[in-house]
């Protein structure tokens, strides 16, 4: 072979191998078949041309990124290169800004869904209240008539022996009506704790921390508090 | 340093609105993951602060007095979080890495050194006030609950006794901070007067979806170890007390302040004669009644006035508390010291102005830094 394939200083193009000629034979010596020889070339040609190729294009690409990376550091194109230390950073921290996102929703979440909770809790608490209210009041009309007809008798009828009957009787009523208070005050209070009880069982397996969102002008890089206490609400 | 460049720079930089705030905190984690425990878990208020701090720092970068003040507070609050010279450096590497990123083709050296300037001054301002603190008292007390009783649905009173001794003026509130609701501090006023050895009181409003306030309302039981951050306030009496008759105004939980300065004037041999008005929406809201009916009965220039605003079966005044208190006589000699929801704060202060107190005789907490 006259060409020097495994030289790197002078490293070989399609086109010289095109171009390259082997001498032929001695006759009477075995060689080659030449037509074999030349088509073998032809096929190592094309894909010599295909490899150049794709190197080339490998090379342009590399060339582009590279100028994207420059161009990003630049200008702080957010939407810069992928590549190099600087680029894995600003990438890192794309994730990090992006997870954080998602973590401070499920907070906003968990804290809309326990001032639902807690709203309602209250409602219902207004409800309940207001029955209590509601029953108290039809409880001490109904005492209230009952004392006064008994009144009313005891004056029209004078000293008799249903007097005592009837005050016993009233009695009975008055203690009736005690009991049923106090019962139904223990229900309600029973219902009442049982709801904190919820809460605070909600409470305690959500240990993860809600923000109360921001509230006044406070302020600063590293963590702060905010201002929701006693003179600072509603 | 060319403070017109930089305040073109920062508005240029804002424009890309919470990415900035975002990037800043992730950078800082991604650079020192040891800060991150220093946080909430939640980083939607803490990049506001972020941004309203850059904000104040920017607008006021000429008028070195105001932020000075500004500046001293935020370093000596920032010792209860935990923060330590190293942290400065941090938090300044990264805020040039954002306001860089962000920047683009127009970040030059030139702004870069004005910035990292503009962050020297910043951060010593800071850390002077921190370390000049640091002598004085430490970053944070430890209160232990000694009693948490639930007053009604919603409030709670709490004693907690501070170690070591926590002095404060009567009227100041502490940030506390609850185990279960790591990072997270929300100020609370004292409703008493600092006495050696004696617990705090408390009174806690639980607010919906309120974290804090949750967590010590329902989940707070007698030995259970918060934090307390420095006192801070300016709604207190002053020295000397003043020796005119004093006003003070209470909306529900707004009651701990004014029953602190209440408390406080009780040691006075000769304390100016006070009118209390209590207020809440409902009778049952009047949480403390008892305990303000018998500081009355103790004391003859002592007087309550419990307030219901929506609750027509209420024996006592009723209406709102402005009204009330409007319709109670003429105010024009007293110091009205006033606390509670921001609104009805608000509407007093215009009724009693309206009635003739002077603005300087009216007192409402002060929200931004100032210190007494």
């Known amino acids: 072979m006259t060409t020097a394939w495994f030289d790197e200083q002078s490293r070989m193009s399609p086109e010289e191998l095109q171009t390259v000629t082997f001498p032929l034979s001695r006759l009477g010596r075995r060689g080659y078949d030449e037509d074999a020889v030349r088509d073998f070339l032809r096929d190592v040609h094309a894909n010599f041309v295909r490899l150049v190729n794709e190197r080339t294009s490998l090379w342009q690409e590399v060339q582009r990124l590279r100028r994207r990376i420059i161009a990003g550091k630049a200008n702080g194109d957010a939407n810069g290169a992928l590549a190099g230390e600087a680029d894995g950073h600003v990438h890192a921290v794309r994730v990090l800004s992006a997870a954080q996102v998602t973590a401070d929703r499920y907070v906003a979440d968990a804290q809309a869904y326990s001032s639902r909770l807690t709203e309602e809790a209250r409602l219902r608490r207004d409800e309940i209240m207001q029955e209590a209210q509601r029953y108290s009041d039809m409880i001490m009309e109904e005492a209230h008539a009952k004392a006064r007809e008994a009144a009313v008798t005891a004056l029209n009828a004078g000293p008799s022996p249903q007097t005592y009957q009837e005050q016993q009787a009233a009695h009975a009523e008055l203690a009736y009506l005690r009991t049923y208070s106090d019962v139904y005050r223990a229900h309600l209070r029973a219902y009442t704790e049982g709801i904190l009880r919820g809460i605070e069982e909600w409470e305690r397996k959500d240990a993860t921390s809600i923000d109360d969102g921001p509230r006044g002008a406070h302020i600063a890089a590293l963590p702060t508090a905010d201002r929701n206490g006693n003179t600072y609400f509603e | ?372």
Do not use: C
């Open chain 2, 1 to 372: 340093m060319d403070v017109a460049r930089l305040r073109k720079n920062f508005a240029q930089v804002a424009e890309h609105g919470d990415e900035v705030p975002l990037f800043f905190y992730s950078d800082l984690f991604l650079k020192h993951p040891e800060v991150r425990d220093m946080f909430p878990i939640s980083m939607e208020a803490q990049r506001g602060h972020l941004v309203d701090a850059l904000v104040k720092i920017v607008a006021n970068v000429d008028s070195a007095a105001d932020l000075t003040v500004f500046l001293q507070g935020l370093g000596r609050d920032h010792r209860k979080f935990g923060a330590v010279a190293e942290h400065y450096e941090a938090v300044g590497a990264s805020l040039l890495a954002t306001l860089e990123y962000f920047s683009g083709p127009d970040w030059t050296a030139d702004l870069r050194s004005d910035w990292a300037a503009a962050y020297d001054v910043i951060g010593a301002v800071m850390r002077a006030a921190a370390q000049e603190d640091e002598a004085l008292r430490p970053a944070w007390w430890r209160g232990t609950v000694v009693s948490h009783e639930r007053r009604s649905f919603d409030v709670s009173v709490l004693h907690v006794q501070p170690e070591p001794q926590l002095d404060y003026l009567a009227g100041q509130s502490v940030a506390i901070e609850s185990p279960s609701r790591p990072r997270l501090w929300r100020y609370y006023s004292m409703a008493n007067a600092p006495r050696p050895d004696s617990p705090l009181e408390f009174h806690i409003r639980l607010i919906d979806g309120g974290a804090v306030s949750m967590a010590l309302t329902s989940s707070t039981a007698a030995g259970t170890e918060l934090r307390l951050g420095p006192p801070v306030g300016v709604l207190t009496l002053g020295q000397p007390v003043p020796e005119r008759d004093i006003l003070l105004v209470a909306g529900s939980t707004g009651l701990a302040p004014l029953k602190a300065i209440t408390d406080q004037l009780t040691a006075l041999p000769q304390p100016p004669k006070v009118h209390l008005f209590f207020g809440a929406r409902k009778a049952d809201g009047l949480y403390d009644l008892d305990s303000l009916e018998k500081l009355a009965a103790e004391h003859s220039w002592l007087t309550v006035v419990p307030t219901v605003s929506s609750d027509p079966r209420f024996s006592g005044e009723t209406g709102s508390l402005p009204d009330v208190v409007a319709r109670h006589g003429d105010w024009s000699g007293h110091e009205a010291y006033l606390a509670g929801p921001t609104q009805m704060v608000q509407d007093t202060a215009d009724r009693l102005v309206a009635a003739g107190v002077a603005t300087d005789q009216i007192h409402i907490e002060d929200f931004g830094w100032s210190e007494p």
